[in-house]
């Protein structure tokens, strides 16, 4: 059973401050990392894609890869109240074919 | 703007009824993907279409019926639904099949059986 975990929060932090979001799988042949932001009602969207150890980042947010320690996180810098949100991750094993596993989410409160 | 486009926004049936859910990308994608996404759950994966042939069924009832009629086309065949039925019907598709394809979901069908 391949499993994605991540806390359910919520995480409230202040607006302007750095929010960090966590994730764990239980795969180590997992290949391929994303998150995914989901308004309340609405579909996920895509935010970043990691697939090597290290950090990439784009814009406001920095995703963050350890392989070794089956972890990934990311972080949203200037946090805005638009940022509150369901922050899914998701795990794409080496399986022949493309099947991702999503986390329950976390969800994230930006406090104004 | 979402590029993975989804019809009807809203949908009420009735359990004999029967309906169809459609999606519709032209990204020239390859894959094309359902998902049904309970409240407070993350999205479940139902099926899975590769260059237009079905290539993973999660044991989905067979109450759902999906078609792929062309590379850009992918519907939801729905027929003696179920009050748990009832959820957000997401349709993503990504470049091709392999692992490290993001996949780009559509807006959903919020689907409500009576």
């Known amino acids: 059973q391949k499993e994605v975990e991540q806390n359910s929060g919520p995480l409230s932090v202040p607006e302007g401050a750095i929010a960090s979001l966590n994730c764990t799988y239980s795969d180590r042949g997992s290949q391929s990392f994303f998150w995914y932001r989901q308004y309340s009602g609405k579909s996920p969207e895509l935010i970043m894609s990691i697939y090597s150890n290290g950090d990439k980042e784009d814009g406001r947010f920095t995703a963050q890869l350890n392989k070794a320690s089956q972890y990934v996180s990311l972080l949203i810098r200037d946090s805005q109240p638009s940022d509150s949100a369901t922050y899914l991750c998701?795990?794409?094993?080496?399986?022949?074919?493309?099947?991702?596993?999503f986390g329950t989410g976390t969800k994230l409160q930006v406090i104004p | 703007d979402t590029e993975v486009t989804q019809t009807p926004k809203h949908l009420v049936m009735g359990m004999t009824n029967k309906k169809s859910l459609k999606c519709e990308q032209h990204?020239?994608?390859?894959?094309m993907y359902w998902y049904k996404q309970k409240a407070k759950k993350p999205p479940e994966l139902m099926f899975v279409y590769s260059y237009e042939k079905l290539s993973i069924n999660e044991s989905v009832p067979s109450r759902f019926s999906p078609e792929c009629p062309n590379s850009s086309l992918l519907n939801l065949h729905l027929h003696a639904l179920q009050p748990e039925d009832s959820a957000l019907y997401l349709c993503?598709?990504?470049?091709?099949?392999?692992?490290?394809?993001?996949?780009?979901f559509g807006d959903g069908t919020r689907l409500s059986i009576l």
């Open positions: 990204m020239g994608h390859r894959a």
């Open positions: 993503a598709s990504s470049q091709d099949n392999s692992p490290g394809w993001p996949q780009h």
């Open positions: 998701a795990v794409s094993y080496s399986g022949g074919y493309q099947k991702v596993t």
